[in-house]
């Protein structure tokens, strides 16, 4: 494996065929969706994403068709996440540390009552 560092990033880990091993952003104030563009990333061992600002709901495909089926650590603690966990991680079986804490997975965004509009 070969690290990299780039200037206000955190580290990206490569293989040597050039497919990236860990990538580890944390507290990077990453907001939005969790990229569906995740699952290209074949040869990943660690996806660390923990206290950013994801929000919505966990991509249902994550572990499907092979996506991310390397997968040893997943850090997403920290982040705004909801709705249900997708039964396709069951798929993730090399897993070994999963970290989804203080998000509100089995709640969704209709358990929220709106304000009024003023």
Known sequence: QHALWLPGWKLISCWSDGYVAELRWPDMGLSGSLP?????LRGLRVLNL???KFVGTFPGVFGSAGGLAELRELDLSRNMLMGPLPASMRALRKLQKLD???NMFGVSYYDYPCSPVR
Do not use: A, D, M
């Open 36 to 40: 569906p563009e995740l699952l290209l």
């Open 100 to 102: 989804l804490s203080y």
């Open 50 to 52: 923990s206290r950013n």
